[in-house]
C-alpha cells in the first residue's frame, strides 16, 4: 500500500493507483472531460491537473501514479486559473449552441462552462467546420462539437475491440473519423455515443425526442438474448425515447446495437401483438391458446405420418442456458429425434 | 559530402576530377600514390564545394569548386604543384575553424563515411572493445556520469544518470534507441553527424547498450534525410560484417544489433514518448511521463533514447577519458555542442564549439558577421522551442544555464542570425505557424492554444491588432506552458515570449500601424523619393499591378490603392527612390 496526502488528507491505497482514483476515493472532485474509469487514461484535457510538491510543473491526476509520502494539492488559483484557460480554449472552437443541443443538460463540458462562469471568451478565433454525412441509421456524428477527448476511439478499441475510428491530421486539424475519413461503417454498437462528453456522438434515434428533464427511468433487462443486459429506459409519457445503461450493472454499461437501438419497434403500427394463423391463405388474428393447440396438433400430426426424424429444432446460442435446456429437452424427450441445434453449431 | 555539398555540385565535381585525372593519365601513372576520397561535411555551407588537394603532407583547400575549374587545378596545381590562387579559400575558411573545437564533428569532413576501414583506422571501434572487452556496466557509467556529457537533443539531461536508471532496471529486455528525427527549422546537426561518421553513433549505441543491458536497438531517422540513411544502413550493414554488431560481440557474451526505423514526417514524433508510440506502429502521439521510458519504454520495457550528437561523443569520451572531456565546457555544461549557424551570416554552416564560448564569437569570428554589412539584431537559438537573444546580450556564454536564463535555450542546436531587416513578431509568428501544424492535436492547450497564438499573432502583423493583444499573448503564452503535455506544447510559446520580452517596441508599432523591419506586407506604404527618381521608369515596366505612374524623366508616382506591395519597384531602383516603411 502506498500512503500519500492530497489536499491535506491521509489516504492509503494500493501500488498503481492514479492520484486523480486516489482523490475521488477521498470524494475530493476533480474536473475532467478524457477520463473515463473504463477506459486506459489519456491525459489529453489537462483539466484534472494537481500540484505535486516537488514537482515544478503541473500533473495530469489521471495519469499520474501514486508514490510514497506524495503531496497533492487539487486546487490551487493558479491551478484553476490554467483549468478555466484551458475550458475557454475548448469553447473558442465549440458550436456553443446549447439550446438545440441533444446534450443539453448531461453535457460534461456544458456543466464545466457553468461551474467555471465562462460567458466572454478572450481566445475567440477561427472553428472548425464540418459536413455532416453519416447515411447510417443510428450515430449521429457532429464533429464540430467534438473535443478530441479520444473516449470513443478508446471504448472502440478496448472494449468492443473494432477500431473504427482514430486520430487524423495534426494540430488544429486533427480529427476523429473512420479510415480515409469515409463513412462510419461498423458495428454500430453505439458504445461510443455512451462515452462521448458533449454532443459530438448523439443517437439518431432519440433526435429531438425530448429533454432528460422530461423523461422517467425505467430499469429493465434486454430481452434480444441470454446474455440479460441491463437497460436504463428514457420514457416521455408513455413512449420509450433514448435507452442507455447504468456503469454500475452486471454489463458495466455497455451493450450492442439491439439493445442501444433496438426499441423503435416498441411503438411501431406493424408490431406483432398477437399470434396470427394463416387461414383460407390470409393471417388471421388468434389467441396463444388456439396458436399453441395448433402448433402441437400439427407437430404430433407430421410426428404420426412420417417419423420423428422429419422434424428439427434449431434454437439460438443467444438463448439462456436454460431455455436452450428446454428446447432441446422437448425435441428430444417429446419429438423423439436427435434433430437439434443451435446457430454456434455449424 | 553531405547533403549540402552534393546540392552546391559535389557530385559533378567528383566526376569531373575523375574524367580529368584519368584523362590526364596521373592517375593511371602513379596510382600507387594518388588517390581521392569522399568525405563528410566539413560544416562551411556558405563556401561549398570545398575540395583538399595534399601534395606531400602540404594542404591547399579550393573553396566554390565548380566542374569547369577541375581541369585547370589538375593542371596546374596537380600536375606543375603550382596552386591556383585565386580560388584558394581564403581567411574566411580559416576563421571559421579556428575557434571551433571539434569532438563530435573531428573525423568529419576527414574521412569517408561509407568506409567502415576508414573509420577503423582512426581508432574507430576501440572504445567499445576496450568497454566490452574489460570494463564493467557501472565502470562505463561512471566514465559517462564524470565526463558530464548532458543530452543533446534539447534536454540536457546528463547521459550517464539516464543511463544508470536503466541498468538498475531489473527487466530481461530493454532497448536502446537513437533518436534521429532532427525536426527544427534551420537545424541539420544530426544529419550531418550520420552523413559524416555514421559509425561514431553506431559505435556509441552498443557501448549505451552494453551498459544497460540492452540487446535491440533502433535508429529512429526521419525518411526525409535519404542520403543520412543511406549511409546508416551501409554502416550498420559493415558493423555487422565485422562482428561489431550481432551475435557475441568481439568474443564476448554481449549481443547487440540495431534495427533502422524511418519517420513519417511528424515533428512530435522527436519527443521519445511519441517516438516510442512510433515504432511501436502507434499514432506518433506523446503520453504523459512519469513513467518515464527508461522504467516503462518501448513495448513496456525499460529503454534509454538518446540524441544522436549525444552517442557520437561516447566513443571519444571512452578513446580519450572523462578528464579530456570535462576540460571543456563550463562547470554544468561540458564537452562541446554542434550548432546550426543559419540565418543573415557570412559563414553560415556546421560549427562545433566548447560550451560556455561568448555568442559573440560565435557569431563574428566564426560567423564572419551579419552579411552586406547589416546590423545584427538577435539570434535565435534552440529552434520553435527556443528564444531570440538580442544583440546587446551577444556576450551570454553559449551553455544550457546561461541560455535558459536570457529566455532562450541550448536545443538541439539551431542557431539562426536575425538582423535589421528581421520582423520580431514576423519571426515568432513563422515559428508559431510551425509549431501549431506540427502539434500532434493531443492536448487542448497545444492544439487551439498554438492556434490561437498564432491568430493573435496574425492579426497584428496585418494591422488588426487589439489593444491588450500583447499582454494576452503572454497571459496565453504562460498558460500553455504550464499545461501542455509535452515538450512541444510546453516550449512552443518560447519564440513568442523571448520576442515580446526584448522587442515589445515591435509589437506595440504593429498596433500603431508600423512594422519597423518594413517586413510585414500589410502594414507597408511603397512611395517614391522625388529627390532620388530620375524618371527612368524602371519601376513603371517593373510593377505587375500598374500601380506607378509617371512621364520619362519626371517624378513617377505609386497609387496605394492599386499598389500590392510585391517590392518589384524596391529591387528595381537603382538610385534608391523607391522607399517602403
Not at chain 1, 492509503?12 to 482523490?23: C, N, R, S, Y
Not at chain 2, 572504445?127 to 565502470?139: F, G, N, Y
Not at chain 2, 556564454?397 to 536575425?418: Q, R, T, W, Y
Request: glycine share 10%; charged share 25%.
Amino acid at each position: 500500500m502506498i500512503k500519500l496526502t492530497i489536499d491535506n488528507k491521509i489516504i492509503e491505497v494500493a501500488e498503481g493507483t492514479t492520484v486523480l482514483d486516489a482523490a475521488r476515493m477521498l470524494n475530493i472532485e476533480i474536473p475532467t472531460l478524457c477520463h473515463h474509469p473504463k477506459l486506459t487514461p489519456f491525459g489529453g484535457c489537462r483539466l484534472c491537473i494537481v500540484e505535486v510538491k516537488g514537482v515544478p510543473r503541473p500533473l495530469t491526476s489521471c495519469t499520474t501514479p501514486v508514490s510514497e509520502g506524495m503531496e497533492v494539492v487539487t486546487s490551487t488559483p493558479a491551478i484553476e486559473d490554467l483549468r478555466k484557460t484551458v475550458l475557454e480554449l475548448i469553447l473558442s472552437d465549440h458550436p456553443n449552441d446549447c439550446m438545440i443541443c441533444e446534450k443539453a443538460g448531461d453535457c460534461a463540458l456544458q456543466e464545466l462552462a457553468y461551474f467555471y462562469g465562462i460567458k466572454e471568451n478572450r481566445l475567440e478565433g477561427e472553428r472548425r467546420i464540418y459536413k455532416k454525412k453519416d447515411g447510417n441509421p443510428f450515430i449521429e456524428r457532429d464533429m464540430e462539437k467534438c473535443i478530441l477527448c479520444g473516449r470513443c476511439v478508446k471504448v472502440c478499441e478496448e472494449v468492443e475491440g473494432v477500431g473504427a475510428i482514430d486520430f487524423t491530421y495534426r494540430g488544429f486539424q486533427s480529427k476523429i473519423c473512420p479510415t480515409f475519413e469515409k463513412d462510419l461503417d461498423c458495428e454500430f454498437c453505439g458504445q461510443c455515443i455512451a462515452v462521448c462528453p458533449t454532443g459530438a456522438l448523439t443517437g439518431k434515434a432519440w433526435k429531438q425526442q425530448g429533454r432528460i428533464k422530461d423523461t422517467r427511468e425505467t430499469e429493465t433487462t434486454c430481452g434480444y438474448c441470454g446474455c440479460g443486459c441491463s437497460l436504463t429506459l428514457h420514457v416521455r409519457g408513455n413512449e420509450v425515447i433514448k435507452i442507455d445503461s447504468r456503469e454500475d450493472t452486471i454489463n458495466e454499461g455497455w451493450l450492442c446495437v439491439k439493445g442501444r437501438f433496438g426499441y423503435t419497434f416498441i411503438n411501431s403500427p406493424d408490431r406483432l401483438k398477437k399470434p396470427l394463423i394463416k387461414r383460407n391463405g390470409r393471417f388471421e388474428e388468434a389467441s396463444w391458446n388456439e396458436a399453441l393447440d395448433y402448433i402441437a396438433e400439427r407437430l404430433k400430426k407430421i410426428k404420426k405420418e412420417h417419423g420423428p426424424d422429419s422434424i428439427a429444432g434449431l434454437s439460438s446460442a443467444r438463448c439462456t442456458n436454460e431455455e436452450n435446456y428446454l428446447f432441446q429437452k422437448f425435441i428430444r424427450a417429446a419429438i423423439g429425434t436427435n434433430n437439434v441445434d443451435h446457430c454456434a453449431r455449424y | 559530402m553531405g547533403t549540402g555539398g552534393i546540392a552546391a555540385g559535389g557530385a559533378e565535381v567528383i566526376n569531373a576530377f575523375r574524367t580529368e585525372l584519368e584523362a590526364s593519365g596521373i592517375k593511371a601513372a602513379v596510382s600507387e600514390n594518388c588517390s581521392m576520397h569522399k568525405v563528410g561535411c566539413r560544416g562551411l555551407c556558405a563556401k561549398d564545394v570545398l575540395v583538399d588537394v595534399i601534395i606531400n603532407n602540404n594542404k591547399t583547400t579550393y573553396q566554390y569548386v565548380k566542374p569547369d575549374m577541375v581541369s585547370r587545378i589538375v593542371k596546374e596545381h596537380i600536375k606543375k604543384n603550382t596552386p591556383v590562387s585565386e580560388w584558394v579559400a581564403g581567411e574566411d575558411y580559416h576563421n571559421f575553424h579556428k575557434k571551433q573545437l571539434k569532438v563530435v564533428l573531428s573525423d568529419c569532413g576527414s574521412l569517408d563515411p561509407e568506409d567502415i576501414d576508414a573509420y577503423i583506422s582512426g581508432k574507430g571501434y576501440e572504445a567499445a572493445r576496450k568497454i566490452l572487452t574489460s570494463v564493467k556496466p557501472e565502470d562505463v557509467i561512471g566514465i559517462i556520469k564524470a565526463s558530464g556529457l548532458r543530452g543533446r537533443g534539447g534536454a540536457g539531461f546528463p547521459t550517464g544518470v539516464k543511463w544508470e536508471a536503466a541498468m538498475k532496471q531489473s527487466a530481461k529486455q530493454k532497448y536502446m534507441i537513437c533518436n534521429a528525427d532532427e525536426g527544427d527549422p534551420g537545424a541539420f546537426m544530426d544529419r550531418s553527424v550520420i552523413e559524416g561518421n555514421p559509425h561514431a553513433v553506431i559505435e556509441g549505441m552498443i557501448i549505451g547498450a552494453y551498459s544497460i543491458g540492452a540487446d535491440k536497438g533502433y535508429v529512429y531517422i526521419r525518411a526525409e534525410y535519404p542520403l543520412a540513411v543511406d549511409r546508416l544502413r551501409k554502416a550498420l550493414s559493415d558493423a555487422r560484417t565485422k562482428g561489431f554488431l550481432g551475435k557475441n560481440i568481439f568474443g564476448t557474451k554481449f549481443n547487440f544489433d540495431i534495427k533502422v526505423k524511418l519517420g513519417a514526417g511528424a515533428f512530435v514524433c522527436g519527443e521519445e514518448t511519441a517516438l516510442i508510440a512510433s515504432i511501436e506502429g502507434q499514432r506518433g502521439m506523446p503520453r504523459a511521463k512519469p513513467p518515464f521510458p527508461v522504467y516503462s519504454g518501448l513495448w513496456g520495457k525499460p529503454t534509454v533514447i538518446n540524441n544522436v550528437e549525444t552517442l557520437a561523443n561516447v566513443p571519444y569520451i571512452i578513446r580519450n577519458g572523462a578528464q579530456w572531456f570535462a576540460s571543456f565546457g563550463t562547470e554544468k555544461s561540458k564537452g562541446t555542442k554542434v550548432f546550426a549557424l543559419t540565418g543573415k551570416i557570412k559563414n553560415s554552416g556546421l560549427i562545433e564549439v566548447p560550451m560556455g564560448i561568448p555568442l559573440r564569437e560565435i557569431i563574428y569570428d566564426i560567423g564572419g558577421g551579419p552579411e552586406d554589412g547589416k546590423l545584427l539584431k538577435a539570434v535565435q537559438t534552440g529552434g520553435p522551442s527556443g528564444g531570440c537573444i538580442p544583440a546587446d546580450m551577444l556576450d551570454t556564454p553559449v551553455d544550457f544555464e546561461s541560455l535558459a536564463k536570457v529566455g532562450s535555450i541550448v536545443g538541439s542546436g539551431g542557431m539562426v542570425v536575425l538582423d535589421e531587416d528581421n520582423c520580431m513578431v514576423n519571426v515568432a509568428q513563422y515559428f508559431l505557424q510551425f509549431t501549431q501544424m506540427e502539434s500532434c492535436g493531443k492536448c487542448v492547450p497545444c492544439r487551439i492554444g498554438t492556434k490561437r497564438l498564432l491568430e493573435i499573432l496574425d492579426r497584428i502583423t496585418k494591422g488588426a491588432g487589439k489593444e491588450g493583444d500583447i499582454e494576452l499573448l503572454e497571459k496565453l503564452s504562460s498558460d500553455i506552458k504550464a499545461a501542455s503535455l509535452c515538450g512541444l506544447g510546453q516550449t512552443a510559446p518560447n519564440p513568442v515570449l523571448s520576442t515580446i520580452k526584448y522587442f515589445r517596441n515591435e509589437y506595440e508599432a504593429h498596433l500603431q500601424g508600423k512594422c519597423p523591419a518594413a517586413v510585414c506586407k500589410a502594414l507597408l506604404t511603397y512611395y517614391i523619393l522625388e529627390e532620388f527618381c530620375k524618371g527612368c521608369g524602371a519601376c513603371i515596366r517593373a510593377c505587375p499591378a500598374k500601380a506607378i505612374t509617371g512621364e520619362k524623366k519626371k517624378l513617377h508616382k505609386i497609387d496605394p490603392a492599386v499598389c500590392i506591395k510585391c517590392g518589384a519597384c524596391f529591387d528595381v531602383c537603382k538610385f534608391k527612390a523607391v522607399k517602403k516603411e
